[in-house]
């Protein structure tokens, strides 16, 4: 544990302020990062793996030495076999040998020793310790224990299916088929049996319970929403959106119930962004609850995330849509491009990245 807490304190000094990063390997194989508007070369060699969060970017350097670079600086956080790494608006937690742990706001917290399950949400973890036969949740400084095990079964508690985390909120059906939910540091079942399907998003989860009826829990609160199963639906942050078995296309968000009209749209959601195709075809975005008509046709490759959207239109045009706003960022010909939270990282030649983010243009 002691390679684990080196320099820790140096590094998270300031976590909460969030700085808008990106990430890129050029053709020469070095590492550069996008930060607050400048550009550095952080490795002269490509890294094995790299994620960018809204507060740091997490990476595995060319020797396997696991670093984070946060406000101008680089960490090296272990150079023990970290074999997993995930970063989010608050969090970092790797996984080293066995064990897991997280590092929220300077301070390192061993989750388990023996660990090779783990989900991470903006502010919380899911986790299942192998010693304790204990399946936990981390939020808020605090572990929490959900479920005793004595025996655990194949069956039980399925990564990605049976337990998911998104943001501040998980949901996970336990082995006696209870669905529960843990928010805000408590845990509450909301159905006693197994539910069919169910999908999570910052304060919400949406789920078909045992009879297919569609409901939702949203900060606290269960809504039924329809006594039949949709199309389909899909959860973001404080948003749902779904195509009703009666043939409506509607949004549940923040509380209330939206209308959109009677078709079968094509739809994304990520994040706070719902991209959707309204009556006539027109490709319009809905965030914060208001909606935005962007082109008179519904694209057929678009990139969403967090407050952003980002497509090439037919004239060739990356169009950029952000926090509201609607920008035409170039008419060169886009090699490639990434969202890394609300920064528009673009390739437009064999070697030159460029960022586009706040309205502002950078090389």
Same mark, same amino acid.
């Given at each position: 544990?002691?390679?684990?807490?080196?320099?820790?304190?140096?590094?998270?000094?300031?976590?909460?302020?969030?700085?808008?990063?990106?990430?890129?390997?050029?053709?020469?194989?070095?590492?550069?990062?996008?930060?607050?508007?400048?550009?550095?070369?952080?490795?002269?060699?490509?890294?094995?793996?790299?994620?960018?969060?809204?507060?740091?970017?997490?990476?595995?350097?060319?020797?396997?030495?696991?670093?984070?670079?946060?406000?101008?600086?680089?960490?090296?956080?272990?150079?023990?076999?970290?074999?997993?790494?995930?970063?989010?608006?608050?969090?970092?937690?790797?996984?080293?040998?066995?064990?897991?742990?997280?590092?929220?706001?300077?301070?390192?917290?061993?989750?388990?020793?023996?660990?090779?399950?783990?989900?991470?949400?903006?502010?919380?973890?899911?986790?299942?310790?192998?010693?304790?036969?204990?399946?936990?949740?981390?939020?808020?400084?605090?572990?929490?224990?959900?479920?005793?095990?004595?025996?655990?079964?194949?069956?039980?508690?399925?990564?990605?299916?049976?337990?998911?985390?998104?943001? !501040?909120?998980? $949901? @996970?059906?336990?082995? *006696?088929?209870? %669905? /529960?939910?843990? +928010?805000? #540091?408590?845990?509450? =079942?909301?159905?006693?049996?197994?539910?069919?399907?169910?999908?999570?998003?910052? !304060?919400?989860? $949406? @789920?078909?319970?045992? *009879?297919?009826? %569609? /409901?939702?829990? +949203?900060? #606290?609160?269960?809504? =039924?929403?329809?006594?039949?199963?949709?199309?389909?639906?899909?959860?973001?942050?404080?948003?749902? $959106?779904?195509?009703?078995?009666?043939?409506? %296309? /509607?949004?549940? +968000?923040? #509380?209330?119930?939206? =209308?959109?009209?009677?078709?079968?749209?094509?739809?994304?959601?990520?994040?706070?962004?719902?991209?959707?195709?309204?009556?006539?075809?027109?490709?319009?975005?809905?965030?914060?609850?208001?909606?935005?008509?962007?082109?008179?046709?519904?694209?057929?490759?678009?990139?969403?995330?967090?407050?952003?959207?980002?497509?090439?239109?037919?004239?060739?045009?990356?169009?950029?849509?952000?926090?509201?706003?609607?920008?035409?960022?170039?008419?060169?010909?886009?090699?490639?491009?990434?969202?890394?939270?609300?920064?528009?990282?673009?390739?437009?030649?064999?070697?030159?990245?460029?960022?586009?983010?706040?309205?502002?243009?950078?090389?």
């Amino acid at each position: 544990m002691r390679k684990i807490l080196v320099a820790i304190l140096i590094f998270f000094a300031g976590f909460l302020q969030a700085q808008p990063y990106s990430a890129y390997t050029n053709v020469r194989q070095e590492f550069y990062i996008f930060d607050n508007g400048a550009t550095h070369r952080l490795e002269g060699l490509m890294p094995v793996n790299y994620k960018v969060g809204r507060a740091a970017i997490a990476y595995l350097d060319n020797q396997r030495i696991f670093k984070v670079f946060r406000d101008g600086a680089v960490t090296a956080v272990t150079d023990l076999f970290t074999t997993q790494f995930e970063v989010s608006d608050n969090l970092v937690a790797f996984r080293s040998a066995n064990m897991v742990a997280v590092v929220d706001q300077g301070e390192v917290v061993t989750l388990s020793k023996l660990c090779e399950r783990y989900l991470l949400g903006d502010s919380l973890v899911f986790f299942y310790d192998q010693n304790k036969s204990m399946f936990g949740a981390y939020a808020n400084h605090k572990i929490t224990e959900l479920e005793t095990f004595l025996n655990l079964g194949a069956n039980d508690l399925k990564f990605d299916s049976t337990v998911k985390v998104s943001d !501040n909120i998980g $949901a @996970y059906i336990n082995y *006696n088929d209870q %669905f /529960k939910v843990f +928010y805000a #540091g408590n845990l509450e =079942t909301l159905e006693d049996q197994a539910v069919r399907q169910f999908q999570c998003g910052r !304060n919400t989860v $949406a @789920y078909l319970d045992i *009879n297919n009826i %569609f /409901k939702i829990y +949203y900060k #606290g609160q269960s809504y =039924t929403i329809d006594p039949f199963a949709p199309k389909s639906f899909a959860v973001g942050d404080d948003v749902v $959106a779904f195509q009703s078995n009666d043939g409506y %296309f /509607k949004l549940f +968000y923040n #509380g209330n119930l939206y =209308t959109i009209g009677y078709y079968e749209p094509q739809y994304q959601v990520q994040d706070r962004v719902v991209a959707f195709e309204d009556l006539n075809g027109f490709f319009k975005i809905f965030q914060d609850g208001e909606q935005t008509m962007i082109d008179n046709y519904y694209p057929p490759k678009l990139t969403l995330g967090y407050n952003s959207m980002a497509y090439v239109n037919k004239a060739n045009v990356l169009r950029f849509f952000s926090k509201g706003k609607i920008y035409d960022v170039t008419t060169m010909n886009v090699l490639d491009m990434r969202l890394d939270y609300d920064v528009l990282q673009y390739k437009v030649g064999f070697n030159a990245f460029r960022f586009f983010y706040n309205g502002e243009f950078y090389n």
